[in-house]
């Protein structure tokens, strides 16, 4: 079964630290991997693409990761700021990119 | 880049009455989505809008409780019809111009049923 598991649930951090968020997935065959920012009340935002050669992908002061080996992926955000309170949301296309796959969420809080 | 303006943004419907969410798009797309999300849940796809034929339902979700219109490739509605409080929910408009591009997505439709 097609599945994508995000860690951690939630995250709470002071202004101006880094931290990273994982992604663990399942899906096969893979086409490609996204990172989407979901601020309350709005809809997802995309940060990243990346396809299977890509293990690497910088958005500003985000940067995702990919291994297609272990089928993990990461999202380190730098310098957080207060705007980067959020729910990210990592998503997985399977085959050739028809299906999205989404993941849970991590909810992110980025307090003064 | 495509803007997808959603409407409304909110509403709070009295159960048994149903709700149209329209989903305009500022540029042509090939294809068109409806998500739901649920309170502190990720998205689910509801169904694919086809452009001059039915929509394509995923499992769990019928056309008549959730009949989707698509009738350009700029413009989408879905109904949430004989609404319930289990309707309560985000629902959210898709679209992307193919498998492996970006995929944009409305501010979505906050709706309530009391």
């Known amino acids: 079964k097609n599945q994508v598991e995000q860690s951690p649930q939630s995250l709470i951090i002071l202004e101006g630290k880094n931290c990273t968020l994982q992604?663990?997935?399942?899906?096969?065959?893979?086409?490609?991997l996204r990172w989407y920012k979901q601020d309350t009340g709005r809809g997802p935002v995309s940060l990243t693409i990346?396809?299977?050669?890509?293990n690497t992908k910088s958005n500003g002061r985000y940067t995702a990761t990919l291994d297609a080996d272990t089928k993990q992926s990461s999202l380190h955000i730098t310098a957080s700021q207060l705007s980067d309170s959020a729910s990210y949301i990592c998503?997985?296309?399977?085959?050739?990119?028809?299906?999205?796959?989404f993941g849970p969420g991590t909810r992110l809080s980025v307090l003064p | 880049s495509a803007v997808i303006s959603q409407k409304p943004s909110r509403d709070i419907c009295q159960r048994g009455t149903s709700l149209t969410i329209q989903c305009q798009v500022d540029?042509?797309?090939?294809?068109m989505f409806w998500y739901r999300q649920q309170p502190g849940q990720s998205l689910t796809l509801i169904a694919t809008?086809?452009?001059?034929?039915?929509?394509?339902?995923e499992s769990g979700f019928v056309i008549d409780k959730f009949p989707i219109s698509r009738p350009n490739l700029t413009f989408s509605t879905l109904t949430v019809s004989n609404m319930s409080p289990e309707d309560s929910s985000i629902y959210l408009c898709?679209?992307?111009?193919?498998?492996?591009?970006?995929?944009?997505f409305g501010q979505g439709t906050r709706l309530t049923v009391v």
């Open positions: 898709s679209a992307r111009q193919g498998t492996s591009t970006e995929a944009f």
């Open positions: 998503v997985v296309s399977d085959g050739y990119g028809q299906n999205f796959v």
């Open positions: 809008a086809n452009q001059g034929s039915e929509a394509t339902y």
């Open positions: 990346m396809t299977f050669s890509e």
């Open positions: 540029s042509q797309v090939t294809m």
């Open positions: 992604c663990n997935y399942t899906v096969s065959p893979f086409s490609n």
